[in-house]
Every structure is written in C-alpha cells, then in structure tokens.
C-alpha cells in the first residue's frame, strides 16, 4: 500500500477528533455517495411526470435533427444549437456569440432513435402539426410521453453529477475531510436555485458541463500523482466533452491551475505548466466551433428578447448588469421567489445613482479581496470564492453579452464555489463550539434542516416546470413585468382559447391574451409576433376592426409576413358574417394583393361583391 492510498484508508476509517460520536461508515465514499444519490433521486422524482417547458421548445421540441434520430447527428454536431429553431420560424436570428453546445443534443436525437425517429422528409410536417401542444395529435401525446423519459435521464445525469461532485470535493478539494466534502455535496443537490436545470430538460448541457469539468479535474490531478498517459488522455477527453457541453470550460484555464497550486503546492509556474496540455484542448475547441457557426454576432440593436439591454443607454447597461450580479448570491443564500425569466422588464434599468450597484460594487470588491487574500495562504476559500466569480464572469454580460438579464441555471456553475464556501464555514464554525460532544448534534441539525427546506421547496418547484401552462402562468405572478413570460401566457391564452369548453371562461381568457398583448406592446411597439397573435385573438372576439388594425400594423413592420394573405382572408370573412360588405371587400383585396393566386380569397370576394349589390337593391 502506498503512502497515500494508507493516508486515505486512515481518514475513511477515523473519525475526526475534532467532531467525536460521528459514526466511523459516514466516512466512506460509498455510503456517502448511496446518500447523494438518493437525495438527488427523491428530489427530483417527481419531475418524471412532466412534458416540455420553456427551452425545451428550441432545443428539442422544433429540432428537427433531434426528431431524425441518428440521421440528425451530422447536422448537430455542424451546426448551432439554435439553427433548426430559426430554421422553423424562417428567421435568420441568432443569439450573440452563437451556441455550439453539440453534447447533450446528441443525447436528445440518441433517445430519439429508439422512441422512434422521423424520417427528413417527414419532420416539418411532424413539428408543424404534430407539436402544437394540441392534446388531441397523435405525434403530440407520443412526444410528451417520451418526455416523461426524457426526464427520467435528466435525473440520472444529475445524480451521476453529484456522486462525480462528491468524489471531486473528497479528493481534490477537502482530501483530509470526508465530511466538510459530503456537506457541501449535500448542500448542492438540494439546493432548489437548481430546478431549473434538471427539471428543464434542454439544461443538460449544464449537468453534462459540470460533470465533465470535475471530471477533468480528477483525471488531471491522478495524472500529477501517477504520470500515467492514459490518465492525461482521459483528462484531455474530458476537458474536450465538458466544452462540447458547453463553453463554461473554458474557465478551467484559470481554475486547473489554481487548484494545482492551493491543493498539490505546486509553484505558480509549475502550476501553469501542467495546465499547457488543456490550452491545447481549448484551441481545438475553439477551431471546431469557429468553424461550425462562425464569428461571434453581436446582439440586435432593438429586439429585447434577444437584447435585453437594447433601450438602455451604455451607463445605464453596466449599471443594471453589476446590480443584476448580486441577485445571483442572494437566490443562493435565499432561493426565493424562483422565476424561470428575469428579462426585460423584470428588472429594471438601474444607473450609477442606485445604491443596489455600488452595494454589488462592494460585495463583489470583497470577494475579491478575500479571494486573493486567501491565494497567499493556499486556503480552499481561495478556491472556493474563484470557482463562484470566474464562472459568474461568463454569465454576468460584463465581458460576454449573453442575450439574457439572469437565469437560475448560469449560476449552476458558480454554486458549486458557494457550497464549498458554506461547508467550510459551517464545520469550522460549529467546531468551535464547547462541550466537543454537542458539535455532532449541531452540525447534524444544520445539515438536516437545509435537506428539509431545499428539498421540500425544489419538489415543490419542479411541479411549476410540468409545461409551459404551470410554469408560466405560475412565474407571471412572481415575475409580473416580464417581457417574455407575458408573451407566452398571452399566447397560450389565445392557442388554447380553442379546447375550453365553458364559453365564459374561453372569453374571459381571451380578453386576458389580449391584455397582455397590449402590455408587451407598450414595451416594444414594433413586436410583430404580439401584434399577428392579438389579431388572432380578435378574430376569436369576432372584433374584426380591431384585427384589420393589427394586420395593418404588421403590413408596415413586415410587409412580407407569410401569414398575412390568410389572415386578411379571416378579417373579410369575419366583416362578411357580419354583413359589413365594403370592409371585407376591402380586407379581402389585400390578401388578393399579398396573394393574387389565392382561389379562396378570389371566390369570397366575389361572393362578398354580390352580397353588397343585392344588399342596395
């Protein structure tokens, strides 16, 4: 047995003095990582019964290499994440710096393949008819079963997460201290700010992420203790994996190092040697993904959706994304109210006045400070407090624009920082306490009370993810002013206006859509989407004025929106219904306009033409 392998027999086996009465088994990894596990399990066990939800929509419900199965992986792993979603919108838009997040995708299209593919001939017709979230399609009941599976999958990659998490923390972060490494694996798989990610199941590019940088920490590390090559090209593999899940990894240029300096004592130069290998991953990465979607494009200068920032002027966009920074720390301290936006208007445009900025200024100062306090004395707070900061710098839009405010899953990575933090403090703060023999009692008592409130609050949130249905009209009462929340309950609103069955409420849902509508309007009038689905709920109002005023409206935005010649048609046919014979003359000669070859629209205004010549005899 070698010295290390005797030092870690040692520490599974003896309980420290420090904490006396806690039994000698919890030290071990495996009963440590049956618990974890199971933590993960029952947490999220009830989102097995969920359907699709929020970016689930753009990654898997309107892809159509996801839909082909096998025959879609060429198409993954050479395009954007994003490409089929605007390819089915007929949009060239892009979100600013592109998506080339190929991994879990090609989990998606993998499980794809045996539900049942569709072959390309058939897909766009398979998402244009058979995924509207009617319940009555037979392609729609398929998919949302697989769904159900889908989120079964998501599960295991997160408990698979959390054991590799576990293992990361007791050999590379706290190697002397099982239990400080079991803490802070406890605390990040019941933290609820991570519902979003496994219960969206688009998020495993998040888990897959996560699990393959601790990955390449562990197999970089053995790899410094045995100099096996299989070990380097196991962490050279994992490093390659953990960007194609994501482009987070490429925070481990800074971080790999670190560690190797904090918990191996290595030199600064050292340290940065043994990190070279890795460049030359990022470099390949780099290559690959430059060659697949391009140049980074910047954000569009007026649409919000993609451009949060886009009314705010340059003072007040750095203001509001230093504030909007600190709300990432206080959802990790207090995981409430959770919301699955936080875009425009949510949080509102603050400028260098707001006490908030100068008070994330401070905090964010502080952390800061302490973290290159702590570099000098090797200190796992060190480590802790730049794995939070370094990975917040990606998602924060100060150095990259991300197109997005916030979201709870960019700080997945982050958290893992926070909860090394919080273990550390919380055993080194109740050790002190005195007697020694009611430490055991205290730190079990804190333990136990974040399990039953992180846990009892993430089962409860998961329910919120089912579909869009709960999740949005659960999220517009905690996030009222947000752009794209109100979008989507409006739509909603509207779509499904045509499967209730009690009239009043189909009314009243209605006027509801259009409420809303008209509130989104007000934060960008040039919203052309809001604009055809109003017209389309005025339709349902038997309101044609109102929706002859919105398709006008469209016409001088977009001119050639496909669907205006059959929107038009409607309007002439609402006015003829209501014997309002020159308004649907008129509406139908638009869509004639947009349309000249449209039989339906060329017979109704004849009809229309006849109606009103017997109507002035």
């Keep these: 047995m070698s010295p290390k392998q005797k030092h870690e027999s040692i520490v599974e086996t003896t309980p420290f003095m420090q904490y006396p009465g806690i039994p000698s088994w919890l030290f071990h990894f495996k009963v440590q990582a049956v618990v974890v596990g199971l933590l993960a399990l029952l947490c999220y066990a009830n989102t097995f019964k969920n359907e ?11 892809n159509e290499f996801v839909h082909q199965g096998f025959a879609g992986i060429p198409d993954i792993l050479t395009k954007d994440a994003y490409y089929s979603y605007y390819r089915q919108l007929n949009s060239s838009d892009q979100l600013s710096g592109g998506r080339y997040r190929p991994l879990s995708i090609l989990t998606f299209a993998i499980e794809q393949q045996f539900f049942g593919a569709v072959s390309k001939n058939e897909v766009d017709s398979v998402i244009a008819f058979g995924l509207s979230y009617n319940p009555q399609a037979h392609y729609e009941k398929k998919f949302v079963r697989e769904m159900h599976i889908r989120h079964v999958f998501n599960v295991l990659w997160f408990t698979l997460l959390v054991i590799t998490l576990l293992y990361f923390l007791r050999y590379i972060v706290f190697p002397g201290n099982p239990i400080m490494a079991f803490i802070a694996a406890v605390i990040f798989t019941i933290h609820p700010i991570h519902t979003e990610v496994v219960a969206n199941v688009k998020s495993r590019d998040e888990i897959m ?6 990955l390449t920490f562990i197999f970089a590390f053995k790899y410094q203790e045995r100099k096996k090559i299989s070990l380097l090209v196991l962490a050279l593999s994992s490093y390659f994996l953990a960007f194609l899940a994501k482009e987070y990894a490429i925070t481990l240029l800074v971080l790999l190092p670190l560690a190797f300096y904090i918990f191996s004592k290595y030199p600064v130069g050292k340290s940065i040697m043994a990190t070279l290998p890795y460049v030359a991953v ?3 990465y780099a290559m690959i993904r430059w060659h697949t979607i391009g140049p980074r494009n910047e954000l569009s200068d007026s649409d919000i959706q993609i451009n949060p920032y886009a009314f705010a002027s340059g003072a007040e966009k750095l203001a509001t994304e230093i504030a909007t920074s600190l709300n990432y720390l206080k959802l990790l301290i207090f995981p409430h109210s959770l919301s699955s936006d936080y875009s425009y208007n949510q949080i509102p445009y603050k400028d260098f006045t707001s006490l908030l900025v100068w008070l994330s200024l401070a905090v964010h100062a502080v952390l800061a400070g302490a973290m290159i306090w702590y570099f000098k004395r090797r200190s796992v707070l ?10 917040l710098l990606m998602v924060c839009n100060i150095i990259f624009d991300i197109g997005a405010t916030m979201g709870e899953r960019l700080i997945f990575h982050s958290s893992v920082g926070f909860c090394i933090a919080i273990a550390f403090l919380v055993y080194e703060g109740i050790g002190k306490i005195i007697p020694a023999n009611n430490r055991k009692i205290a730190l079990g008592g804190i333990v136990m009370v974040l399990v039953i409130l992180g846990g009892y609050k993430t089962i409860a949130r998961n329910s919120d993810w089912k579909n869009d249905g709960t999740l949005f009209m659960h999220d517009i009462e905690v996030s009222p002013n947000s752009f794209l929340i109100n979008v989507n ?19 009243a849902n209605l006027h509801r859509g259009v409420g809303l509508f008209t509130k989104v309007l007000a934060m960008q009038d040039n ?6 689905n109003r017209s389309v709920a005025y339709l349902k109002l038997a309101q044609p004025d109102s929706m002859t005023a919105d398709l006008d409206r469209v016409r ?18 609402l006015y003829y219904s209501q014997k309002k014979y020159a308004q649907a ?33």
């Design 527 to 532: 919203y052309v989407l809001a604009y055809m």
């Design 556 to 573: 001088t935005i977009y001119p050639i929106h496909p669907e205006l010649p059959e929107m038009y048609y409607h309007a002439g046919m």
């Design 52 to 62: 699709y939800a929020f970016d689930d929509t753009a990654v898997i419900v309107r």
């Design 585 to 617: 003359a008129s509406a139908l000669q638009v869509s004639l306009k947009l349309n000249p070859y449209a039989k339906e629209a060329q017979n109704a205004l004849i009809e229309v033409n006849q109606a009103a010549m017997l109507k002035k005899e």
């Design 209 to 214: 992420s996560l699990l393959f940088i601790c």
């Design 282 to 284: 990022a470099a390949l």
């Design 382 to 391: 060190c480590f802790a407090i730049a794995f939070y900061l370094v990975n």
């Design 489 to 507: 309950v409006a739509v909603m609103l509207v779509n499904q206006s045509d499967f209730e069955p009690d009239s009043k409420i189909r009314i």
